[in-house]
């Protein structure tokens, strides 16, 4: 049996002056037969890459999720003005208005863009501890044709699909939102019994490598695609404007995600407050991606000779966040666990990372994934402030 999740596309974005305004997917490279090869480097499993405005040299997280954004800081230094504002909502449907301005001379590599629409940022919240000015979005790509590659941390950037030695048999077809050009993609989630294909967001910002639309999760209660591991109340994912509400989440299996012919299999993924779900940069874990705004593919080529991956891990029975410059406990995914932690308390120190005298900065950089399976755990309890430490382990 076959099922196909088709959910209502919510760009997130409506214009609040100026009608004239035609939206974030605009803007041109200057040149034409180009290629340039930009390196990137990970910090805290976000892709970093340099590009200058006007000549001067920025940091850019960057994010296919989402449009070219700049911060207040860079625009005051480049002197540029708002030309409109919009109603901009972020990953976890909190919305607020930004300005947005024209910018011309935008290089990546050797490329200039000119005219391309972008958002100004006040602040970046916890994504200024990473150091960047800004997105490289969607928008200021979509006339391209970008190859990641993950085994010498490069991005290739051309027009030309023939200098990439392509194979269409490792691609699927690639939607392009008319919106701020976002890369959607199908995918095929794949039981005993059934199949479903579902409409996913390429997204280079978000960790982590399936995430789950709570609206998909509901629709597809019915026909036992997901396995319900865990449901909760808490929250677990920072967005433009700060943390995600506190609200009911899941924690599922799926036996089986493929894109085009290549399986990955023994997903566990979590639910996010987005309409729709997102594959993200672990992606790059198991293969090259190339993203061909130009014609509409998307392609996938996976390292080695193999046909599928498992993707089967233990993980922690809850979830760490940033909030008020603190770590604190974002949800409680083992039932057995209430009482002794509960979402809001504050995280002390956790195996071998002591929080104590770190700034906002060094707690969100520490390396979670060099904790032992098995540790103690020292939480602050949020409501009588009473110290206590346990013993967690991954399951």
Sequence with gaps: MKLLFTLITVLGISTLFAQEYKGLAQGQPAQKNYLTTVPYTFKRDKMIVQASINNKTYNFLFDTGAPMAITAKVAKELGITSVNKLQIQDANGASDSLAVVNLNNIKIGTVTFNGVPTLVVDKLGPLECLNIDGFIGSNVLRNSIVQILPGNKTIIITDSPKSLKLSRKNSVKMFVEPGQASPL???????????????????TGMSGF????????????????????AQATGF????????????????????ELAIGKFGFKNITATTTSDLRSRVGIELLKHGNI?????????????????????????????KPVVKDDKIIIGIVWDAALAGKID???????????????????????????????????VIKDAETGEVRTLQVSKE
């Design 185 to 203: 993609v199908s995918i095929s989630l794949l039981t005993d019994k059934m199949d479903a294909d579902e409409t996913v967001l390429i997204d």
């Design 290 to 318: 190339t993203l061909d705004y130009l014609n509409g593919r998307f392609y996938f080529e996976p390292f080695g000779d193999k046909k599928s991956v498992d993707l089967a891990e233990k993980s922690w029975p809850f």
């Design 343 to 377: 979402a809001g308390d504050e995280i002390l120190s956790f195996g071998n990372l002591n929080f104590n005298g770190m700034d906002v900065c060094q707690k969100l950089l520490s390396d979670f994934k060099a904790v032992a399976d098995n540790v103690a755990l």
């Design 210 to 229: 399936y995430d789950l639309s709570t609206a998909v999760y509901k629709n597809a209660q019915q026909y036992d695609l997901f396995k319900t591991l």
């Design 236 to 255: 677990y994912t920072l967005g433009l404007y700060g943390n995600s509400k506190s609200e009911l989440q899941y924690q599922v299996k799926l036996p």
